[in-house]
């Protein structure tokens, strides 16, 4: 949990794919690899195993055919967990899963703390 009482949540794939690219964007921002590899480290996320939302990742593999299939782990997991998804991706819009924007989410903790 953090602050605003949110649980972040990741699928395994994606958790593996973000390390896999954290050092070139690092390098992109200029910014130390070692440095953003701890921060990753450190955040309170949930990462959860495939077998979690293996029953939802067909349908969701179907429904991301056409846009981005790598997308399904997100998708079958929010489905599986009953839980928004937190993105500035359109992709995942209009497939029966609330989504955030960055801008969005980020008013709505916002109003939670009472800011």
Known sequence: MTEYNVSVHIAQFNADELTEYLPQMARKYDLPVELVEMQWRVLP????????????????GEDMAERDPEDAHVLALARSLNLPIWTNDRDLTGKSITCYPTARLLRILEEQSGA
């Not at 939302?53 to 349908?59: I, K, V």
């Open 45 to 60: 996320v949930k990462i959860h195993a495939q077998g979690l939302y293996e029953s939802f990742l067909c349908e969701a």
